[in-house]
Nanobody
Framework: QVQLVESGGGLAQPGGSLRLSCAAS????????MSWYRQAPGKERELVAS????????DYADSVKGRFTISRDNAKNSVYLQMNSLKPEDTAVYYC????????WGQGTQVTVSS
């Protein structure tokens, strides 16, 4: 079956960095556009960043532009989110999503930004 497994979350200080990874299995990864979403307590899930199947197109939420970078490695069936200059408002559970003919989500990884 299809699995998306996020990792790399944790506690970071304001101004710090984290790199999230999402490893996919059970699907033809190179057919899927990939995205990262996040959901903070009491808030709706929001799109953070998206990347096309080849990586040639990337899009970001205004709140993370210039700080976060999405990338993918189709040979490793993985998508990444490099998060720099972290802010307390980046605290959330981060999810990866695979989209093509069907839609798959990972279980999420917690990111906490606090001093």
């Amino acid at each position: 079956q299809v699995q998306l497994v996020e990792s790399g979350g944790g506690l970071a200080q304001p101004g710090g960095s984290l790199r999230l990874s999402c490893a996919a299995s059970g699907l033809t990864f190179s057919n899927y556009a990939m995205s990262w979403y996040r959901q903070a307590p009491g808030k709706e899930r929001e799109l953070v960043a998206s990347i096309s199947v080849t990586g040639g197109y990337r899009d970001y939420a205004d709140s993370v532009k210039g700080r976060f970078t999405i990338s993918r490695d189709n040979a490793k069936n993985s998508v990444y989110l490099q998060m720099n200059s972290l802010k307390p408002e980046d605290t959330a559970v981060y999810y990866c999503r695979a989209r093509w003919r069907r839609d798959f989500w990972g279980q999420g990884t917690q990111v906490t930004v606090s001093s």
